[in-house]
């Protein structure tokens, strides 16, 4: 056993110089990533205790009143909680079809040449920045489709239900490559079997391909949610500053990711409760996103097929 080990450290010493420096490049890289993790996860769980020895837990998350500028100030995060829920339910309402028909038509109804064609322009929206989506949901999806629609005496220029269309238009691509890859990764033969059966195109989509890929098509969909969940600047204009539990989507609302980004370019000053607030927010919104991360890969692994 001895012996053993002699040669294996003789031989680890015997390996090129530029390998040993790769791995520890690599090792490096890898510990960056975990250090980023911590430093962010320290900062935040710091900064959201400072602020709840000011301000009580249970108000924070049971109050239905957010007033942070303007005093009285109240702290009820409900209040941007239903926006963020609200406006991130119409995105995932709007692109989980959208997303699943784009996907099944270029898996299994394009021919080569229209996929080689389509799937770029398409994946050429997530491309978008954000900040364009948002100016396109407010000078155009808001006056020209939803007022005609809706009445401009019903619907502002803010609302949830632009804001909503705006991000569900942003994470389309997102569920349609996603799910397209998972249903192209189903076996040829599956396919062919159910064909050999008498299967038309249309039945072998919904009761082989589908089951087959449901687990990289559940991943698709939680992953659209989390990215709705988090966007900023698409939502911070069409959506509106007005923080309210309401699950009208015809209102204006504010989302937990609007309010950071409002509150860290203004004047705030380090320190101040107003400053604490945003690691609060931010905190209460990492810990969503983490939970829908969490339920993504417990749902992959639940349906997890392997061929």
């Known amino acids: 056993m001895q012996l053993m080990t002699t040669r294996s450290t003789t031989l680890t010493h015997r390996r090129p110089l530029s390998e040993r420096a790769i791995e520890r490049l690599l090792f490096a890289a890898a510990a960056v990533g975990v250090l980023t993790t911590i430093g962010i996860v320290g900062v935040l769980a710091f900064e959201t205790l400072g602020f709840f020895l000011r301000v009580s837990p249970v108000d924070f998350f049971t109050g239905t009143h957010w007033s942070a500028l303007i005093k009285p100030q109240a702290w009820g995060v409900l209040a941007l909680m239903s926006g963020t829920l609200l406006v991130s339910g119409i995105a995932t309402i709007l692109a989980v079809p959208l997303g699943l028909l784009a996907a099944v038509f270029l898996s299994e109804y394009a021919s080569p040449r229209v996929r080689t064609i389509v799937k770029p322009i398409l994946e050429t929206i997530a491309g978008v920045p954000t900040i364009v989506l948002g100016f396109f949901g407010l000078n155009f999806i808001a006056p020209h489709i939803l007022r005609p629609l809706l009445g401009s005496d019903n619907i502002g220029t803010f609302s949830a239900l632009s804001g909503g269309i705006v991000v569900g238009l942003l994470i389309t691509p997102l569920i349609a490559s996603i799910s397209e890859d998972a249903i192209r990764a189903v076996p040829r033969g599956l396919r062919e ?39 900023t600047m698409a939502v911070a204009l069409a959506v509106g500053t007005k923080p309210q539990l309401s699950f009208d989507p015809i209102e204006s609302v504010q989302t937990m990711t609007a309010f950071i980004a409002l509150i860290s370019i203004g004047e705030t000053a380090q320190g101040s409760i107003e400053f604490q607030s945003l690691f609060a927010v931010g905190a209460t919104l990492f810990v969503m996103t983490f939970a829908l991360n969490i339920l993504s890969a417990r749902i992959v692994g639940r349906y997890r097929t392997a061929y």
């Open 193 to 231: 079997a159910a064909f050999a059966m008498g299967a038309t195109r249309f039945e072998v989509v919904r009761k082989v391909v589908f089951p087959a890929a449901i687990s990289g098509i559940m991943a698709a969909i939680i992953l659209a949610l989390s990215r709705a969940v988090g966007e």
